[in-house]
């Protein structure tokens, strides 16, 4: 019985972790749970976070050869305008709670399209 409380203790804090690493905030959702908004601002936020990982492995790879990468920058860019946009078209749909969420995505956008200029 111990052994079996033990165990879920360490899903509702294994889930607790996840959704605080992925989401930012402290819940117990299931993943893949949530509205159909909150998918697509999730699923933008990690457009922007492949963005900016493609960036720094850029910078590095460019740091080591020397290769020019204002190609890339570019291409980054159009990619990450194109989050925006849906972002902006996202925007009236939102609850208050995401609209939070959107706005630091915003700001995220605004800091980035700054670093690749």
């Known amino acids: ?31 893949g749970s949530g509205s159909a908004e909150e998918k697509l601002l999730r699923s933008l936020e990690s457009q922007l976070d492949a963005a900016k990982r493609e960036f720094n492995q850029a910078g590095k790879a460019a740091g080591l ?17 194109a989050v925006e946009q849906s972002l902006d078209r996202l925007q009236d749909k939102l609850s208050d709670k995401l609209k939070a969420r959107a706005d630091k995505l915003r700001r995220a956008i605004a800091a980035f399209k700054r670093e690749l200029e």
């Open 1 to 31: 019985m111990k052994s079996l409380l033990a165990l879920i203790g360490l899903v509702v804090l294994a889930l607790l972790a996840y959704n605080v690493v992925t989401t930012g905030e402290l819940s117990l959702r299931l993943p």
């Open 65 to 81: 050869t020397g290769a020019d990468t204002s190609l890339n920058a570019e291409g980054l860019r159009r990619r990450v305008e």
